[in-house]
């Protein structure tokens, strides 16, 4: 019997890696669609960020009580994974509590640290839950914001009651385990209680040791096969940022927010016109300028929507859609990371080629009423977690309808034109800008 559950569980171990390499390899090619954008410089400054933003969790905490239940529900994430690696090893090998041998009494204390990371996980998810379902939190809920609507909303949801379920079943099965030991059941190593699991120990009176074997088995299948469909779910879901945080927000933007990336195209166009560049070559006309469809942004500008955690921290900043405007830059996010999965799912089909089908980023997804109502104030960005940057990828849709398309609002081509002949937004000559201080004297 041992052989065959060995057998059952090297093989799900190996479905599961492979479900997960197939899905990576998607997401990986789908990001490569993007332009080349280099985020190598300064690399150690790059990699005090990542362990401050991502590892740190610094701007949850701006924040405090969520930043410091989700900073519980991500320690225990990481740390309870090493108890996972011994239940994957006792699978392997068909072992049980593999640690507990050469560990000895430090055992103990090292599975009571992981039931209070359990625990800590239990409650924040609980809490969350609540705040979700029942306070209704504001910037999660579907009826304010559309974009949350179905999946969106679910999957939060769905993610919350996972966790959940295989914090209880890990609490279940040690309080099981000690139990059978007590009763000098075969197979199960002497620990002794452990810190948490021991108070629930009432649950399981009167239980026959077949009974307790049992639900002991059952428990630790379902929290490891929990693992693995987690595995394989988060790379569908908002939570693939538990791993592309880390990258994410080490090829973040070093300069400062305010300062936008000018086409170098149009740089050189301008300096030409002032006579101040020395390069007398020939300009190179992009294909396009701006971005019309995904592989018109940068590699990085698509890592950022397969980073977004759907938080809504952006939205709920932006006083476009304070105001009531169509624009919400979680919604830009997750429209741009709709376009890449509805294109990975084309690539899949065609042999990891593009095949064209006739829509459009700009568009087919994102219209052109939320980019107009855009101010640049660069809340969106201030406000992210993971350092996610919407507003680069506003300015890129809106230079294509603007520059390549040639549609701005009347009072947008107002501007340009007083830009170009005045040097300022406003209709009258430069050499009357400091008129208003004579009023001052």
Known sequence: MEIIQQIFFVVVLGIMGWLVFKRIHIIKNTIELGKSENRTDQPALRFFTMLRIAFGQKKMFDRPVVGLLHFAVYAGFLLINIEVLEIILDGILGQHRLFASFLG?????????????????????????????????????????????????????????????????????????????????????????????????????????????????????????????????????????????????????????GVMNNMPEITKEVKSMLGIDSDTGESVVPERFGAKDVADLSWKNLMDAYSCTECGRCTSACPANITGKKLSPRKIMMDTRDRLEDIGRIMQANDGKFVDDGKNLLGDYIIQEELLACTTCNACVQECPILINPLDIILQLRRYKVMDEAQAPGSWNAMFQNLDTNQAPWKFSPGDRLNWADELK
């Open 105 to 257: 009494g430090f055992y103990s204390f090292l599975i009571g640290f992981f039931e209070f990371l359990a625990i800590a996980v239990l409650v924040a998810c609980v809490i969350f839950l609540i705040r979700r379902s029942i306070l209704k939190t504001e910037r999660l809920q579907p009826s304010r914001h559309r974009e949350m609507n179905g999946w969106p909303a679910l999957d939060g949801k769905i993610i919350l009651l996972f966790e959940i379920v295989l914090m209880i079943a890990i609490l279940t099965m040690n309080v099981a385990d000690t139990v059978l030991q007590e009763m000098g059941s075969p197979h199960y190593v002497i620990t002794g209680d452990f810190a948490f699991s021991q108070f629930l120990k009432p649950l399981f009176t009167g239980w026959t040791e077949n009974s307790l074997v049992v639900y002991e088995r059952f428990a630790w299948w379902l929290h490891i096969l929990g693992i693995f469909a987690f595995a394989v779910y988060v790379t569908y879901s908002k939570h693939l940022h538990i791993a592309l945080a880390f990258p994410n927000t080490y090829f973040a933007r070093l300069t400062p927010k």
